[in-house]
């Protein structure tokens, strides 16, 4: 038993991580704007609920997607905080290591409120319109200097989401759902590309990546929620597959809206 969910466990780390490195290698090449539209799919999310949802099923996911879609709200002022530092010239440690640590403490504090799906919304409301304002600035920049690659950059991303994965099957088996939820939600992709893009293209490139993420989390939210009401009534397969075609759906008309007239005058 022990040794098949060992086997298990490890294929699901190892495909996850092929999916994600392929995707940061996009993003690294698309810009500020179309990077963060990768970058806030279900990259590492997604894959997180389907084994969850495989191992624990619906009821659990039900369960785990209320918490996902409070700590959601913790993401917007993750992305936000690290944009701000970063588009001052602060040093990575310090702009990634204040701003996660923002997150580690909302977690914290979320994980132990007995959250219904109205109250989650309207943390996610109150904290992205704030956030969202104040980076307006930082999703005006470009990178200042052009990316070069380094040896270590693949496998060190591909540690990174190996580690959430395997956190967030773990968690899910002995933990429970709320905190399986939070696991999943870990802010992996966006935290791996601050670390990946600051050294490579500067602060000011990495903080237009993460503060253009925002919108695409309201998405992202939109999608948890859409879960954390369909998996009970539609199973977890169709549910899944409604929080997917959500986060694509948002992102891509997040894009065509880039272009329309109305966006283009509104950035003059």
């Given amino acids: 038993m022990l040794q098949s969910f060992g086997i298990m466990l490890t294929a699901k780390m190892l495909t996850t991580a092929v999916i994600v490195v392929g995707a940061s290698k996009v993003v690294e090449r698309a810009g500020p704007f179309l990077g963060a539209m990768v970058a806030t799919l279900p990259i590492s999310a997604g894959p997180s609920y389907i084994f969850l949802a495989a191992e624990h099923g619906g009821d659990f996911v039900h369960r785990a997607a209320l918490t996902s879609l409070a700590i959601n709200g913790a993401t917007f002022g993750f992305g936000a905080l690290y944009a701000l530092l970063a588009a001052q010239g602060r040093p990575l440690w310090f702009a990634l290591g204040l701003s996660f640590g923002l997150w580690i403490f909302a977690a914290l504090a979320i994980v132990n409120i007995d959250w219904t799906l109205g109250t989650a919304a309207l943390l996610n409301v109150a904290v992205f319109v704030p956030c969202y304002l104040a980076t307006r600035a930082c999703r005006a920049t470009h990178p ?11 496998p060190f991303r591909a540690a990174l989401v190996m580690a959430l994965v395997g956190s967030t099957v773990i968690v899910g088996r002995f933990l429970g759902p709320a905190a399986a939820g939070v696991a999943a939600l870990v802010p992996i992709v966006m935290f791996s590309l601050a670390i990946i893009l600051q050294p490579r293209i500067g602060g000011i490139g990495a903080s237009a990546v993460l503060a253009h993420a925002l919108p695409g989390l309201v998405g992202f939210g939109a999608a948890v929620a859409a879960l954390h ?17 959500i986060c694509i759906g948002w992102n891509a008309g997040l894009a065509l809206f880039r272009h329309s007239p109305v966006a283009r005058a509104a950035r003059r």
């Fill in 229 to 245: 009401i369909a998996v009970l009534p539609l199973g977890a397969p169709l549910a899944l597959t409604l929080a997917l075609a």
């Fill in 144 to 154: 200042t200097r052009l990316p070069h690659a380094r040896w270590w950059d693949i």
